[in-house]
């Protein structure tokens, strides 16, 4: 039996959810989908869209078992940015087949929709309002800009903000390193523009930092945070490995610093729930 190390802030991978006047949005598809779509599944939800970041393993592994696929009644709209090829549908198929699944895709209950989006769409889900941008990580990444009754929820994780330009993948044509290491560093200060909440990841601080992962320190969150107006800051996507008492650790190291720049500081925690 493994040791209780995270108890109180959890160790599933990346999924949170947002209940914008009735509408059921899920971000990301991480093992914390299977106890979010249970809930889904015991209020009768039947309209779920799910905005993915991106097709890394710890961002899509819970799919396969997201309880709401059970449900005949149910639609889930996974959203993504464009995946040339492999397709958005062809990841998600061919990490549910055999030998790695007993049922394929094609054979759960729920209708699936697989919608890639470009950089910069905006689309509504329902009266949400939802905007997509990519970001400087491996691969395919999309940040998402959610508003609902005029609170604005912002999806930066998995992300360099500082750090040097990662991969192109996707793009129709060469670009200019500097130019578009810019672009994605203003999309995330468009995504996070006065936001309530914004979502961001702790997966290094400073001592830590591996400059081809993709990832970013609070440091640079709190900088963000600050130049762009946002109210809070809320750490997620904890690295693997780190106890209860590292992340008490960590708010504690970045309490003052977070004070001097006026943003408010929070770790998540596994069934965390805030009302804007
Ligand atoms: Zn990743
Ligand atoms: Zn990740």
Redesign the pocket.
Known sequence: MAEAYATGYGGN??CLEIDAAGQSIII?A?TGIRGAGQALVARGVEQIDLLL??T?W??IQGFPYFPPLDEESVTVRVHGLRHSSPSLHEVFSGQQQAPFSPRPLAKVRAKLEFIEHEDGDQFHLGETKVTCRRLN?PGITAGYRVESGGHVLAYI??TDLDGDVLHVDGLDQAVDDAGWLEQLRQNARDLGHSADVMVC?T?FLPEEFEPLW??SCPDEFLRLAAEVDAAGIWLF?HRPGRADSDMDGILERYRSAAVAEGVQLHAAREGVEVSL
């Open positions: 991978t990346p990301d991480g970041s991106h890394h710890d961002h990580h994780c998995d990841d997966f993709g990832h996507h």
